[in-house]
């Protein structure tokens, strides 16, 4: 039997949701910082878009599953209606996660894009007076701080591709127990096949020696009725010359 597959998926879902919820964090740090044109803050948006599309086709195929199971029935499954109510609620909280998001993303970027050109990375007038008033950070800190951000970034991406093959190794295991198990259906079948062809050559075999026994019985009952009828008209010819 194969095993479910479903709290090893949820658990990749889990950790692909984590690092989408960091990679947001980055995000909308780099965008309180940087101007709209950063390549650094493009690049974080489209790193967050990226994981939230592949979070987004793992959780399609979970809630697939889950649909499968619910239009069967779970205790077909041996699951129970709590378990099942538990699977749809978290298929929902991801969901709900992933469209808050990415709404977020599309929002920002639309305001952006109706915002004039000229105030584009330009601060507000307040915050320009309070950058007087305090000393600016040095460049090298601003260098060290993107180098520092970019590698977490980095190695989220490597978390996120960890986390997409362990779901496809999961997958894989899961066809190589089902065609393992089709095999063995497939040698049942061979060995089904091969016992019934056996009876039926057993079967015909005993219907032929049943046709030649009544054959036989047959004729012994004709050849025995013929001697009694002589018998009978032996006797009865006696008789008559007797009388």
Known sequence: MSTDPYHAVQQEIQTSLQTASTLRASYLRIRSTARDDSEELVWARNELKATLAALEADLEDLEESVKVVEQTGARMFGLEESELMERQRYVSHVRREIQTMRAEIETDTLGRRSRPQSQIGLPAPSSRVSSRAT??????????????????????????????????????????LMGREIMEHNEMLDDLEQGVDHSGVKLDSAMTRMKRFIRQTEETKSGWCIIILIIILMVLLLLVILL
């Open 135 to 176: 000393s600016p950070a040095p460049g090298d800190d601003q260098a060290e701080w993107a180098k520092q951000e970019q590698e977490m970034i980095i190695r989220q991406q490597d978390q996120t591709l960890d986390s997409i093959g362990g779901t496809l190794s999961t997958l894989a295991e899961q066809a190589g």
